[in-house]
């Protein structure tokens, strides 16, 4: 083996969404009950979550989709 040399190096992080609303896009009113919806939201503020990180497209929810390429692991 030679040398090895790191020529950079990168951060990135997915994008943060309120924890309500991330209650909200997996446990909808008009898919599940008034009850689930709001047993979500009440153990995301129960918890103390106030915002969550998701690279997943939350507009095309059951499909798990990434919102851009980029935030594939891969990259």
């Known amino acids: 083996m030679g040398n090895v040399y790191i020529a950079a190096t990168e951060c990135m ?4 969404y309120d ?4 209650a909200d ?3 909808p009113r008009h898919l599940t009950s008034e009850k ?4 979500a939201r ?7 979550i106030q915002q969550r990180a998701m690279c997943v497209d939350l507009e095309r929810i059951p499909e798990n989709v990434l919102r851009v390429k ?5 990259f």
């Open 13 to 16: 992080t997915a994008k943060l």
């Open 19 to 22: 924890a309500e609303y991330i």
């Open 25 to 27: 896009k997996f446990y």
């Open 36 to 39: 689930t919806n709001k047993l």
């Open 42 to 48: 009440r153990l995301a503020k129960r918890f103390g």
């Open 70 to 74: 980029e935030e594939h692991p891969l």
